[in-house]
């Protein structure tokens, strides 16, 4: 560890374990390991010199950002066995660009912090989570967050122009220019972007701002089933000013309600509640249940949280073509491991993106459940891993969204970046 206090000086090399055990437990508290140390190195230099010093003495590395993640990919596996490379020092914000509509912003930046700075310059960044206070710059590039907003204004990957990362042996990448057009050979920022740490330390990026949005209107609907609330973001996307379309079932509702203090927000009980953000008012039937209230935002915001009150939530974060979604959630509430228990779900319905969480789930019924419920996914032709990324959670279960052929070449590129399989050991890949 003298190596390490040299470079960041010694009150940045935290080893008390009651300090160091929280940087070693995910936000679920599903995994927990001990970290050997947390280093928190203070810039781009600092980074590179503890990777070099770790790559010299064979000690792996787990970046961590807010540690806000839901599959275990910033958090050791086995105690103390790696250090924790926290990058929550490093807050750069540059001015924002008026002339490109980009800002050059330091990892361990948080989302709301990003988003204030934004805003005070007349613009807005494209993605927004409920994890806004912690999730950080790097971790939401590292895991090419969606949240909220994707149906209209993309993904993280959508607003990576460049970033800067540090590889295993130290060297920099470093494409921070706000250039619209680089064909220059390979797309590294793109590469790292959604590598969940195990390529390299993405230590600032280069982003893009959008307009900052006019009024917004948030409807929410009480619905039927879920069939309506397709049907009703059909409409919407047609219309071609959405921005935000998402799904609560009833069980969320109650928790929500419940854990949260909230009021009944309409006039009965439905069994699926959809909320949709619009720049005009939507057209709905005139008997429908509804509201217009931007206050709705808190029953979908606080799901996550209302869940996680009741017990350590088994989640899983999937992607199915929208219009399958009725059809697959048919078949979730009916298979072994799922009939007779409350099975909450929360989605981006826009993206096809569902959050499927169960409560009092052992690790047998868990792997049984990661079975029936991917295999299910895979069967309707979508994604196991939607926005939260791999993790350790779902490496086993890459397959049956990834080609052989395509987890060969991650390998490979895994292989040739960080030959000794330092960087997030264990993480993304079988
Ligand atoms: C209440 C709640 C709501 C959420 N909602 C959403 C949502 O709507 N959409 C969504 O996509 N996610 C959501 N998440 C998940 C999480 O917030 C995102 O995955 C976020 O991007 C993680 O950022 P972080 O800084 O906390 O990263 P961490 O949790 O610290 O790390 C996540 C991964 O990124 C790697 N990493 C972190 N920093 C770096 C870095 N600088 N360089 C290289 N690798 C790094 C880690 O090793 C790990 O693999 C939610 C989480 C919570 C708790």
């Not at 770790?54 to 250090?83: M, S, W, Y």
């Not at 709301?112 to 590039?141: N, P």
């Not at 009916?334 to 690790?363: C, F, K, M, S």
Request: net charge negative; aromatic share 4%.
């Amino acid at each position: 560890m003298t190596a390490v206090q040299d470079i960041v000086g010694a009150e940045h090399v935290l080893t008390d374990p009651d300090i160091t055990q929280s940087f070693g437990t995910d936000w679920t508290r599903a995994w927990s390991a001990q970290p050997l140390a947390v280093v928190r190195p203070a810039d781009t230099d600092q980074t590179a010199q503890v990777l070099m010093a770790c790559k010299k003495f064979g000690v792996p590395v787990v970046p961590q950002g807010g540690n806000t993640g839901l599959v275990g990919g910033g958090i050791p596996h086995r105690d103390n066995e790696a250090i924790v490379l926290s990058m929550t020092r490093l807050q750069h914000l540059g001015t924002v660009d008026r002339a490109t509509q980009t800002v050059d912003v330091g990892a361990g930046v948080s989302l709301a912090r990003l988003q204030a700075h934004a805003s005070a310059a007349g613009f807005a960044y494209a993605v927004d989570l409920a994890a806004r206070d912690s999730a950080t710059v790097g971790g939401m590039i590292a895991t090419n967050a969606g949240g909220l907003r994707v149906v209209g204004l993309g993904d993280t990957r959508q607003q990576v122009m460049g970033i800067e990362a540090v590889l295993v042996d130290g060297s920099i990448l470093r494409r921070l220019e706000p250039l619209a057009k680089d064909n220059g050979g390979y797309n590294l920022s793109q590469l790292m972007t959604g590598s969940e740490g195990t390529l390299g330390v993405i230590t600032a990026a280069r982003l893009r701002l959008v307009r900052a949005p006019g009024t917004q209107y948030v409807t929410f609907i009480g619905l039927a089933d879920v069939e309506s609330a397709v049907s009703l973001v059909a409409d919407a996307r047609a219309r071609g000013d959405l921005t935000a379309a998402e799904l609560i079932r009833s069980e969320g509702m109650k928790v929500v309600r419940q854990v949260c203090g909230l009021a009944q927000p309409l006039k009965a009980e439905h069994r699926v509640y959809l909320l949709l953000e619009t720049a005009e008012l939507p057209e709905l039937p005139d008997d429908v249940d509804a509201v217009v209230d931007p206050r709705m935002w808190e029953y979908r915001d606080r799901q996550a949280e209302a869940v996680a009150t009741l017990g350590i939530p088994f989640k899983l974060d999937v992607c199915l073509p929208i219009n399958s979604i009725a059809a697959f959630l048919t078949e979730l509430d009916t298979l072994p491991d799922t009939q007779g228990r409350e099975v909450h779900v929360y989605a981006h319905l826009g993206d096809g993106n569902l959050h499927i969480n169960l409560l009092d789930i052992d690790v047998e019924m868990a792997d049984r459940l990661d079975e029936q419920v991917l295999t299910l996914v895979a069967r309707y032709g979508g994604s196991i891993a939607a926005e939260h990324g791999v993790g350790v959670h779902k490496t086993k279960w890459l397959h049956l969204s990834r080609s052989s052929a395509e987890i060969a070449t991650m390998q490979a590129i895994k292989d040739t970046l960080d030959p000794a399989g330092l960087l997030n050991p264990g993480v993304l890949l079988p």
